[in-house]
């Protein structure tokens, strides 16, 4: 591991490179000075999260810290945790600049698996369950990393013969060919001196979810994950003298799911509530058992926990906000999880690439935006083609740079070039504009798009309206292959329950009310009864789009211009 010291390049700054042991580099694309900068104004801790970590085990040890599956850890507990897999990295002949990812569900060992590797000073690479065993072997592949936690031995099948991965690790005690997170007869930690960690440099890759694309990796430094993401989270918290308790449902190796360790944890010393899976009775049940302050969830579990109907006695008064991000929700969730909570309902626009804005503490009524920018997170501009900012009210794309800024996408100089400037703002390519109150309003994605004969149909547009039918309690649009117009629409709804299914036909008289044009119109409708989810918890358009595809071949497309009727949809 190396650090290379800021230059000069034909009369430009060149980034401060930090380099891993296996000679990935990690160029980090916001100029030193404005970190600097953000250090000083107090928005990061100088200082880097194993380090934070220990200053809260030693501020308050009985605090509660992890509640998951096997029961409760208090932040002395989870410390001697830390402790033992660290010795078991160390055992393991992992060192301080290795990439070490951990695909394990939420718990103790996934917890203790992030922290440990902040110990000694690697990056960690958390990769949610259940992910695709091609895509796990990209991700080790880009990454270059030394070792991977794998949540049985059988799996290191999907990993074998990668010349870069040095061990392959399993939790409990391990055997003779794969050793374990907690073997028999651990050694004590640190076996060696403990090395200055660079809180300029990674501490964490965030990886997209891989709903609509290959997924990315993108390197967050000690600083962006303890300043700039703490402090989004700290705004929903407006009295400081309470421990926040986080009740987080989605992943903790997600995006989202990184308010969890880095966060909660290491930074704001509180209490981290999770499920190994996610189960919506179950996490009512954790509400009234754990009195959690925030629930923080994607909106289909959101919807699935408000559809159920109280138990009696239920008891949800602990909570001060519910909080979802990772998808746009829906005006009618957001409804429900009002009635069902009777507690704010906070939405995050946010993605591993960098972006934050939240409704939390808005002085007025959001009217659809997501909040006004916290540039104390990430300052907010709106941008043209040619990347000029443009001014208030005009829309283009939208562009975040702020102390959670990441550093750089893993070994990808051509993701760098697409979606990093110069000077470290990162595109997002979503369409939005800040309106005269200097609220974000997130129009759309700008390649989520239908192309039907030539007309441009935003798939979210049709989404959003598509949410207001009563009988529609959570609606997703995808374009399908069309031999003759190129794509079109298919609606993929799930019916509220206790509704009647709706027909294609009464959905587009809806939308006919709504101001839709008839052209836009979905042209299909496949009726589920659940979304399906990626890793992350997120509804997954690629499955949906296989589906419709599929749905496509057996149904002949709804004509909703005028020229005649189609079939009603399917399940």
């Keep these: 591991m190396t650090t290379a010291p800021a230059a000069t390049e034909a009369g430009r700054a060149v980034p401060p490179v930090w380099t891993s042991c296996a000679g990935i580099p990690f160029p980090d694309l916001v100029p030193r000075d404005r970190r600097r900068a953000w250090v000083r104004a107090g928005l990061c801790p100088d200082t880097d999260l194993y380090t934070l970590f220990t200053a809260q085990v030693r ?35 992992l060192v301080a600049g290795d990439v070490v990812a951990v695909r394990l569900p939420n718990g103790r060992d996934a917890v203790a698996g992030e922290l440990a590797l902040y110990a000694l000073g690697a990056v960690a690479l958390p990769l949610p369950p259940g992910g695709d065993d091609r895509d796990l072997r990209a991700l080790l592949t880009r990454s270059r990393a030394a070792g991977v936690v794998l ?13 870069h991965l040095r061990t392959v690790l399993v939790p409990g005690p391990g055997d003779d060919r794969t050793p374990g997170l907690h073997p028999p007869h651990p050694g004590p930690f640190p076996a060696r001196p403990r090395r200055p960690v660079d809180p300029y440099g990674p501490a964490r890759i965030l990886v997209s979810s891989g709903s609509e694309a290959e997924p990315k990796m993108v390197a967050y430094s000690h600083h962006a994950l303890a300043g700039g993401r703490a402090r989004y989270v700290r705004a929903l918290h407006p009295d400081p003298s309470v421990p926040p308790r986080h009740l987080v449902l989605v992943p903790l190796a997600s995006s989202f799911g990184s308010l969890g360790t880095p966060v909660t944890l290491a930074a704001l010393g509180g209490t981290l509530i999770v499920q190994s899976a996610f189960d919506a009775a179950g996490a009512l049940r954790l509400i009234a058992d754990h009195r959690p302050t925030h629930l923080f969830a994607v909106p289909t579990m959101l919807r699935r926990i408000a559809d159920l109907p109280p138990r009696p006695g239920e008891d949800t008064s602990s909570l001060r906000a519910v909080v979802s991000s990772g998808a746009a929700l829906p005006e009618a969730t957001a409804e429900a999880c009002r009635r069902r909570f009777a507690r704010p309902v906070v939405t995050v626009y946010g993605s591993s690439d960098g972006v934050n804005c939240h409704t939390a503490g808005e002085s007025r009524p959001p009217e659809g935006s997501t909040g006004t920018p916290d540039p104390s997170v990430a300052r907010i501009r709106i941008t043209g083609p040619d990347g000029t900012p443009l001014p208030t009210g005009q829309a283009g794309q939208i562009e975040a740079r702020g102390p959670m800024t990441p550093m750089c996408y893993v070994n990808a100089p051509e993701l760098d070039a697409r979606y990093r400037t110069a000077d470290g703002w990162v595109r997002t390519g979503d369409l939005g504009l800040l309106d005269e109150h200097g609220r974000l309003h997130v129009l759309d994605r700008l390649k989520r798009i239908a192309v039907r004969g030539g007309l441009n149909i935003s798939l979210a547009e049709v989404e959003r309206e598509l949410g207001t039918h009563p009988a529609v309690a959570e609606a997703v649009c995808v374009s399908v292959p069309d031999p003759d117009l190129g794509e079109r629409v298919c609606a993929c709804v799930r019916p509220a329950p206790g509704a009647p299914a709706p027909t294609l036909s009464a959905l587009a008289a809806h939308l006919l009310t709504r101001g839709l044009s008839r052209r836009k119109l979905p042209e299909l409708l496949l009726l589920v009864d659940q979304m399906p989810l990626g890793p992350t918890g997120k509804i997954c358009h690629r499955t949906l789009a296989d589906r419709a595809r599929q749905h496509a071949v057996r149904a002949r497309p709804a004509r909703t211009d005028g020229q005649g009727p189609g079939p009603d949809g399917g399940r």
């Design 59 to 93: 501020a308050h040890p009985r605090r509660d810290a992890l509640v998951d599956d096997a029961g409760v850890l208090s932040y002395a507990d989870l410390a001697a945790e830390v402790r033992r897999v660290a010795a078991a990295f160390d055992r393991a002949g």
């Design 151 to 163: 949540t049985a031995p059988q799996e290191a099948e999907a990993v074998a013969n990668l010349p």
